[in-house]
T-cell receptor, first 114, second 115 residues
Framework: AQSVSQHNHHVILSEAASLELGCNYS??????LFWYVQYPGQHLQLLLK??????LVKGIKGFEAEFIKSKFSFNLRKPSVQWSDTAEYFC????????????FGAGTRLFVKA | GAGVSQTPSNKVTEKGKYVELRCDPI?????LYWYRQSLGQGPEFLIY????????DSGLPNDRFFAVRPEGSVSTLKIQRTERGDSAVYLC?????????????FGAGTRLSVL
């Protein structure tokens, strides 16, 4: 069965520290990859997505992610985090072309200390 | 509407009761998805609608769960004979199109508590 693995369940950083959240998926074919973010008290919202082309994708608020096909990975990065980045981050994958079933990872809770 | 609307925001029920959870997608969105999110987990796919029909219901855990979308807009997730293990946040999402490129917009969810 397809699965998405997020390596860290909880991350605590100080402001201005660099962030990298790991994500690995199990499907070997064509994939669409996503990072979603849920800020405290808010809806789940899309942070960035990869469908094809340049494996380094940039999203909102200075976030970026790199798709490494050989490693089945799609890690999320930000060079310098802010207190407002405190949120839960979910990696997700849709496998195949025209697929609709999104598989989510368990999420990583990020807390940024001011 | 401006976003995906889910009602009620919270639902408390007793074991064995029947519940209905409603999702009102973004106007014009043809695709609608239901997910269940248990504590400490990511959203778990339940069912996907394209228009009025359920295109993929492989995530429904058992026959106590059923969802409809009779007019291709509002959807209702129905749970019969609720069990304590059904307690979770039920999320709805909609997207303007299907397949590659679809971006899902999520509602705030309905928190279901089965006592």
């Amino acid at each position: 069965a397809q699965s998405v693995s997020q390596h860290n369940h909880h991350v605590i950083l100080s402001e201005a520290a660099s962030l990298e959240l790991g994500c690995n998926y199990s499907y070997g074919g064509t994939v669409n990859l996503f990072w979603y973010v849920q800020y405290p008290g808010q809806h789940l919202q899309l942070l960035l997505k990869y469908f094809s082309g340049d494996p380094l994708v940039k999203g909102i608020k200075g976030f970026e992610a790199e798709f490494i096909k050989s490693k089945f990975s799609f890690n999320l990065r930000k060079p310098s985090v802010q207190w407002s980045d405190t949120a839960e981050y979910f990696c997700a994958v849709i496998s195949g072309t025209g697929g609709f079933k999104t598989i989510f990872g368990a999420g990583t809770r990020l807390f940024v200390k001011a | 509407g401006a976003g995906v609307s889910q009602t009620p925001s919270n639902k408390v029920t007793e074991k064995g009761k029947y519940v209905e959870l409603r999702c009102d997608p973004i106007s014009g969105h043809t695709a609608l998805y239901w997910y269940r999110q248990s504590l400490g987990q990511g959203p778990e796919f339940l069912i996907y609608f394209q228009g009025t029909g359920a295109a993929d219901d492989s995530g429904l855990p058992n026959d106590r769960f059923f969802a409809v979308r009779p007019e291709g807009s509002v959807s209702t997730l129905k749970i019969q004979r609720t069990e304590r293990g059904d307690s979770a946040v039920y999320l709805c999402a909609s997207s303007a199109r299907t397949g590659v490129g679809n971006i899902q917009y999520f509602g705030a969810g309905t928190r279901l508590s089965v006592l």
